[in-house]
């Protein structure tokens, strides 16, 4: 009996949506990341879970000071995270995160995330991420339209 299988020839297929992460010129918002001592796992560097916690910081940080983001008005819900971990952290690493506003919908908007460690005053990527954040209105419990001045924001800082 021969079989024959058409699905291991076919190209595995990428997303259209997805962008790649650019490189670190790209990038106008840049914060430093406190390491604490928990982050460290039994092996000696940062656990991976823990990324996505600096990913939270940077981008808190990232809506207060660049976005001023108005959490009373509208609130914001992460629709789907990814990272791709390049080098490892450990616990003595001086570490950065820069963060930018890489598309912007009607409801929601992709941040991008380039995590960083600098070593002999040369910055050395540690992870490439990005998260699909959708605004939310807390009261009907659905997304929402991005606010103007929000949205404005956006586009003016990262000139979109």
Not at 14 to 34: G, L, P, Q
Not at 54 to 62: A, L, P, V
Not at 86 to 105: C, E, H, Q, W
Request: a positive charge.
């Amino acid at each position: 009996m021969l079989f024959k299988t058409f699905w291991r020839k076919k190209e595995k297929q990428t997303d259209k949506k997805s962008v790649i992460i650019s490189h670190i010129d790209t990038f106008k918002y840049k914060t430093a990341i406190e390491m604490r001592f928990v982050d460290i796992d039994m092996m000696g560097h940062v656990n991976n879970a823990t990324y996505f916690t600096y990913m939270e910081i940077g981008r808190t940080k990232y809506w207060e000071h660049a976005i001023k983001w108005d959490w009373h008005k509208t609130g914001v819900v992460i629709g789907q995270a990814s990272i791709d971990y390049l080098a490892p952290i450990f616990l003595n690493d001086k570490v950065s995160m820069y963060i930018r506003t890489s598309r912007i919908g009607t409801t929601s908007f992709d941040l991008e995330y380039l995590i960083v460690k600098t070593i002999n005053g040369k910055e050395i990527t540690c992870s490439r991420g990005k998260t699909i954040c959708v605004a939310f209105d807390y009261n009907t419990k659905k997304p929402a339209a991005i606010p103007d001045k929000e949205r404005n924001k956006m586009i003016e800082f990262e000139q979109l």
